[in-house]
């Protein structure tokens, strides 16, 4: 899962990309040309939340999400193990209520449908894409990976396979 979420997290990082591009396009188009978009802001909002969802568990997967370790370290090494244990607990117990949230709200802004066919949850306005279900799905995806990867951690320091 980790493996994974590295890849995922990697290519997640060029929408960080894609969002700098539309950001430039709308500052040149407002200010160069007196033509403002009205949908960079948008786009730039989701794609931004995409990378978000996304990169959770990157950062836990390379070991670099935020971690406050003053009080563990006073620790004998058996003590910091079962904190471990516990923090990764905690994180499972977390991340599968978000997970299970995040899903109803993804299934119910993705799977809509009416005379016409599909109908997803569209933006509020111009230029009317399904960017909220976009983000939805993302975030319940996002978490779900997250959920993996902790949850295979935890089992491999449970087994002592890890620190």
Same mark, same amino acid.
């Given at each position: 899962? +980790?493996?994974?979420?590295?890849?995922?997290?990697?290519?997640?990082?060029? /929408?960080?990309?894609?969002? $700098? $591009?539309?950001?430039?396009? +709308?500052?040149?188009?407002?200010?160069?040309?007196?033509?403002?978009?009205?949908?960079?802001? &948008?786009?730039?909002?989701?794609?931004?939340?995409?990378?978000f969802a996304l990169g959770g568990a990157y950062a836990f997967a390379r070991n670099e999400h935020i971690? /406050?370790? $003053?009080?563990?370290?006073?620790?004998?090494?058996?003590?910091?193990?079962?904190? +471990?244990?516990?923090?990764l607990l905690l994180g499972v117990i977390y991340l599968a209520g978000l997970g299970y949230a995040a899903w109803g709200q993804a299934s119910e802004a993705a799977?809509?449908?009416?005379?016409?066919?599909?109908? #997803? +949850?569209?933006?509020?306005?111009?230029?009317?894409? #399904?960017?909220?279900? /976009?983000?939805?799905?993302?975030?319940?995806?996002?978490?779900?990976?997250?959920?993996?990867?902790?949850?295979?951690?935890? $089992?491999?320091? /449970?087994?002592?396979?890890? &620190?």
């Open positions: 899962m +980790e493996r994974l979420a590295l890849v995922v997290g990697r290519a997640a990082a060029w /929408i960080f990309l894609a969002a $700098v $591009v539309v950001t430039v396009w +709308e500052v040149g188009a407002r200010y160069l040309f007196d033509r403002p978009t009205n949908w960079a802001h &948008e786009t730039t909002t989701t794609l931004c939340a995409i990378g971690r /406050i370790t $003053v009080v563990r370290d006073r620790f004998r090494p058996s003590a910091r193990r079962a904190l +471990e244990i516990l923090s799977w809509r449908f009416d005379a016409t066919g599909w109908a #997803p +949850e569209l933006t509020p306005g111009p230029p009317n894409w #399904p960017l909220p279900t /976009i983000v939805r799905v993302a975030l319940a995806a996002g978490t779900l990976l997250f959920l993996a990867a902790v949850a295979q951690r935890l $089992v491999a320091v /449970i087994r002592g396979r890890a &620190e």
